[in-house]
């Protein structure tokens, strides 16, 4: 049994290395030279050169633990990294320069094929797989605007780039209808319907049409669906979305430092009455919806991090799935051209959110029952708890 122990012990050693690397990859991104795109089989640098922000590759190491779905970080190209993907007998293989040059190690990209549900079309004739996406946990993702209406006014998130100027609006009924087929036919499990910044009068419209036409089409009173919206000023609004059946909520406050929160975030603090309000509606929400069916993620790397601990901690004290990203700048944001702090500052702030999810007894349900997730920390979670399959790899997360 001893003996037991320490593989269990060195397989989750291995498994925090490998997710460390991901990360790394994540950020610092990777360098692919059209000339190495040559030297690869027809059928990888077809998928490299087929990447956009649409379909973003996610890839696994050959051999590794971690194969998704759960933290994905995806292949992200970038010019000039540290880590550089070259060819060898035509395979995709990761390389990291510096002084030495080190083969990190050979990759092969997931395979996603399209459900052939997203390629019949809605009533108005708009095709499934324009209006959302599938995970292979059974998450439906709708962005139903890439518009944010702060972009306008000057007064954007300074770490976004969200919003194209006069988006198409997704209709509320054709959401409905593909979220409705796709979960009448056993296929979409949990909505995870988010947006841009509307103001709360229209962004509650919107919810409650949605909620509508679900309702209407799958019979279901409460359905799993979360609404990802700002804090609203009138906070008997959050009870207008539980009333509409949806099973959780989301508000991002992005900042827990309130000075910096002030700074960094100035269309909400203008239109969703400042940081304490925002504090305040995700209180009240976990009033209506209850523990573990609202969150909020704060964007890790721009505060100091114990202020982004105590928000977190302060969050899951009080009910409240809290999760921190890892910031990225990003081209078209005010703060592109900055840089995020280093992969083990990251990997560490990670693992002590994992601890703190432990600690106020959160489960992977509770930590999946706000929609998407909460990225990185709940694999380190699983990790953590040794919730390993058969294979010895971690368990793959399915929406019931
Ligand atoms: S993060 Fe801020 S700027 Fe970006 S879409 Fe949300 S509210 Fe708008």
């Given at each position: ?116 549900l997203?390629?019949i079309t809605t009533r108005d004739?708009v095709?499934f797989?324009t209006i959302a ?7 439906v993702h709708v962005n139903y605007s ?23 609006l997704k209709t509320p009924q054709q959401v409905g209808e593909v979220f409705s087929t796709l979960y009448n036919a056993?296929v979409g499990?949990h909505l995870n319907l988010t947006s ?8 509650l419209d919107y919810y409650l049409d949605v909620a509508d036409e679900i309702q209407s089409r799958t019979g279901l009173k409460e359905f799993r669906a979360t609404a ?13 979305y539980?009333?509409a059946g949806y099973f ?153």
């Open positions: 049994m001893a003996h037991s122990g320490h593989d269990k012990k060195a397989r989750k050693e291995a498994l925090y290395k490998e997710l460390e690397l991901q990360l790394d990859l994540a950020i610092n991104g990777i360098t692919v030279d059209s000339e190495e795109i040559g030297k690869l089989d027809a059928v990888y640098a077809r998928r490299l050169t087929s990447i956009s922000h649409a379909t973003p590759l996610s890839f696994n190491f050959v051999g590794g633990k971690i194969k998704g779905p759960g933290f994905d970080a995806g292949f992200r190209q970038q010019k000039d990294s540290i880590y550089g993907l070259e060819a060898e007998d035509g395979k995709p293989v990761i390389y990291k320069y510096g002084r030495i040059k080190t083969r990190v190690g050979a990759i092969e990209f997931r395979e996603k094929e399209r459900h052939p997203l390629d004739g095709p797989h996406a599938i995970r292979e946990d059974g998450q890439q518009e944010c209406v702060l972009k306008e006014k000057g007064e954007d998130c300074l770490f976004c780039n969200y919003s194209v100027r006069e988006a198409t056993g499990k841009g910044f509307l103001y709360e009068r229209k962004e990802v919206i700002g804090a609203p000023l009138d906070f008997s609004v959050i009870d207008k539980k009333e959780s909520v989301r508000m991002n406050i992005e900042i827990w430092d309130k000075n910096i929160w002030n700074a960094i975030c100035p269309g909400k603090r203008n239109h969703c009455g400042g940081w304490e309000n925002w504090v305040k509606a995700l209180e009240y929400a976990v009033g209506v919806f209850g523990r573990g069916r609202v969150a909020s993620n704060i964007v890790g790397g721009i505060e100091p991090k114990n202020s982004i601990l105590e928000g977190v901690e302060y969050k899951l004290s009080k009910g409240i799935v809290a999760s921190a990203s890892s910031w990225r700048p990003v081209a078209g944001s005010v703060l592109e051209g900055h840089r995020s702090p280093e992969t083990a500052w990251h990997f560490d702030l990670q693992r002590q959110i994992a601890a703190l999810y432990k600690r106020y007894n959160f489960s992977l349900t509770d930590l999946h029952n706000v929609s998407p997730s909460a990225g990185l920390a709940v694999t380190l979670f699983q990790i953590d708890q040794e919730d390993f399959d058969e294979n010895g790899e971690l368990r793959a997360w399915q929406y019931p």
